[in-house]
């Protein structure tokens, strides 16, 4: 896999897209996209903040600016972009600010990091939709949706962590 500046993925000669979010604790948001049909990879991290090179412990002190991430590689051609929005609303809560369940901090937040215009028209609308339908009963969403900025992978021990682990106890999204 070649990353080319940050917003587009060439494997083989496949045409897959790339789709970033942050919903509260990356180990729950991978869990939820990686069984996805279309959804050809998945790999947590951190995004959205001005440090270079961040680490767990440095996203941690919510000094870097940085949220737990995914970063979806899909086929459109399987899955739209819009499906996996909708995805991204339903699992987790999208009205309150840097939080998901206990995990409180900045790096909790929600986000949707666009890598084409067209992402970021289809985000907005979505958002406006999912306001307008009275499922929130009124809340507002706090939800950034921000072109993407440069995605930092997480270490090993953080990939797949409930594939690995057998489970997916003890974490909010």
């Not at 990939?159 to 682990?165: A, E, L």
């Amino acid at each position: 896999m070649n990353k080319e500046n940050n917003n587009t993925v060439q494997v083989n000669t496949k045409k897959l897209q790339l789709a970033t979010f942050a919903a509260g604790c990356f180990w729950g948001v991978e869990e939820a996209f990686q069984n996805i049909k279309g959804v050809k990879s998945t790999v947590v991290g951190y995004t959205g903040g001005w440090f270079n090179n961040p680490t767990y412990r440095d996203v941690c002190t919510g000094k870097t600016g940085h949220a737990e991430a995914i970063q979806v590689q899909f086929d459109p051609n399987e899955v739209s972009y819009e499906d996996l929005v909708r995805v991204f609303w339903s699992i987790h809560n999208p009205t309150t600010k840097n939080r998901q369940g206990p995990d409180i901090g900045s790096q909790y937040r929600s986000m949707i990091a666009y890598h084409t215009s067209e992402q970021g028209l289809a985000a907005k609308k979505s958002k406006e939709d999912l306001e307008n339908s009275g499922k929130l009963n009124g809340r507002r969403i706090v939800t950034e949706i921000v072109p993407a900025s440069p995605f930092y992978k997480a270490e090993q021990y953080h990939q797949k962590y409930y594939q690995r682990r057998g489970g997916s106890e003890g974490c909010y999204i």
